[in-house]
Nanobody
């Protein structure tokens, strides 16, 4: 079993930055692909970014490309999401997830483990 705990969310103004962290416990996630998703009230869970187990391959949804960066530190069993130039439409609960799968990482159903999420609110 893998437990994932997100942190780093908060209330910021448009244009500000935040760094989210996802700490894993229970089992090392160094061989897992990791993803960040977000869910706004009344909306479906949306893919944000993913990273391969080695960190060599990353993927982003179009609306965050150039603004968000996903990274990982396998020694710390932690994945990060650096979010710059935040916009009000980025407001959502951000969740991290882990999967043993290597492809199609933008699909929520591909993930085996999920955290509880951290709230990010961006005011205009």
């Amino acid at each position: 079993q893998v437990q994932l705990v997100e942190s780093g969310g908060g209330l910021v103004q448009a244009g500000d930055s935040l760094r989210l962290s996802c700490a894993a416990s229970g089992r090392t996630v160094s061989r897992y692909s990791m993803g960040w998703f977000r869910q706004a009230p009344g909306k479906e869970r949306e893919f944000v970014a993913s990273i391969s187990w080695s960190g060599d391959n990353t993927d982003y949804t179009g609306s965050v490309k150039g603004r968000f960066t996903i990274s990982r530190d396998n020694a710390k069993n932690t994945v990060y999401l650096q979010m710059n130039s935040l916009k009000p439409e980025d407001t959502a609960v951000y969740l991290c997830a882990a999967t043993s799968k290597l492809v199609a990482l933008s699909i929520p159903g591909r993930y085996d483990y999920w955290g509880q999420g951290t709230q990010v609110t961006v005011s205009s």
